[in-house]
């Protein structure tokens, strides 16, 4: 059974305006990139995955939904994948903002950065219509963890649970999904996005620290990838 979370103003749009309208403020000022949301750590494991599940010279388009500051894509551009094949997605437009200026600083402005809501819009193709409108890879890193802390909506439906049928959508055949979680168990993150009716299948794990606590262990987050069939 998942467990669903009481609504908190993470899960509020006007709560990341306000804090990445600040972190542009000071970016401006003073070069700060911003916080890297679960660590640089978790990066860079990420991008580990990455290298191995999805390689650059496979040349990918990639879509990382609640892309923050945008650190996700640079850090793929960095290391070796194209960033025309990549886009960056976020609800929030100082979040775009900041994400297009730290691309920029970093020497990647054909990276894109696009704002939109992955819940209640289309979400964006790649540029180029060999992928028919599809992507190979889907990034998650908490953007899952913020919007179930949205609460429900008019219908009485929880707000998360329209995300796992979007995953399933936007993946093409044989493209994979890989969520970073703090706020749920590898087994729920099982749960939630191997239900069959989405087409999507376990594909590997992340390795976090683990730590033991009252005779549990557990990982202070997990990361959970799907291939789609």
């Given at each position: 059974?998942?467990?669903?979370?009481?609504?908190?103003?993470?899960?509020?749009?006007?709560?990341?305006?306000?804090?990445?309208?600040?972190?542009?403020?000071?970016?401006?000022?003073?070069?700060?990139?911003?916080?890297?949301?679960?660590?640089?750590?978790?990066?860079?494991?990420?991008?580990?995955?990455?290298?191995?599940?999805?390689?650059?010279?496979?040349?990918?388009?990639?879509?990382?939904?609640g892309?923050?500051?945008?650190?996700?894509?640079?850090?793929?551009?960095?290391?070796?994948?194209?960033?025309s094949?990549?886009?960056?997605?976020?609800?929030?437009e100082?979040?775009?903002?900041?994400?297009?200026?730290?691309?920029?600083?970093?020497g990647?402005?054909?990276?894109?950065?696009?704002?939109?809501?992955?819940?209640?819009?289309?979400?964006?193709?790649?540029?180029?219509?060999?992928?028919?409108?599809?992507?190979?890879?889907?990034l998650?890193?908490?953007?899952?963890?913020?919007i179930?802390?949205?609460?429900?909506?008019?219908?009485?439906?929880t707000?998360?649970?329209?995300?796992?049928?979007?995953i399933?959508?936007?993946?093409?055949?044989?493209?994979?999904?890989?969520?970073?979680?703090?706020?749920?168990t590898e087994?729920?993150?099982?749960?939630v996005?191997?239900?069959?009716?989405?087409?999507?299948?376990?594909?590997?794990r992340?390795?976090?620290?683990?730590?033991?606590?009252?005779?549990?262990?557990?990982?202070?987050?997990?990361?959970?990838?799907?291939?789609?069939?």
């Amino acid at each position: 059974m998942v467990t669903e979370l009481n609504p908190t103003k993470l899960g509020k749009r006007e709560y990341w305006d306000d804090v990445y309208s600040t972190e542009v403020e000071n970016f401006e000022t003073n070069g700060d990139e911003g916080e890297v949301w679960f660590g640089e750590e978790t990066v860079e494991k990420m991008l580990e995955w990455t290298l191995e599940n999805c390689p650059a010279d496979t040349k990918p388009y990639v879509l990382d939904i609640g892309t923050g500051n945008g650190i996700m894509t640079v850090t793929l551009a960095e290391n070796g994948y194209d960033p025309s094949r990549l886009i960056g997605l976020d609800y929030s437009e100082p979040s775009v903002k900041l994400a297009r200026a730290v691309a920029n600083g970093r020497g990647h402005p054909s990276i894109r950065y696009v704002v939109s809501d992955f819940i209640n819009q289309t979400a964006p193709a790649p540029v180029e219509s060999e992928s028919g409108g599809k992507w190979d890879l889907l990034l998650d890193k908490g953007t899952y963890d913020a919007i179930a802390l949205s609460g429900k909506s008019d219908d009485g439906k929880t707000i998360v649970s329209r995300y796992p049928p979007k995953i399933a959508e936007a993946l093409k055949s044989g493209g994979l999904f890989l969520i970073t979680s703090c706020n749920f168990t590898e087994e729920e993150l099982k749960e939630v996005f191997g239900a069959p009716e989405l087409g999507l299948t376990y594909h590997s794990r992340i390795q976090h620290p683990t730590y033991t606590f009252g005779g549990s262990s557990g990982s202070i987050c997990s990361s959970v990838a799907f291939k789609k069939n």
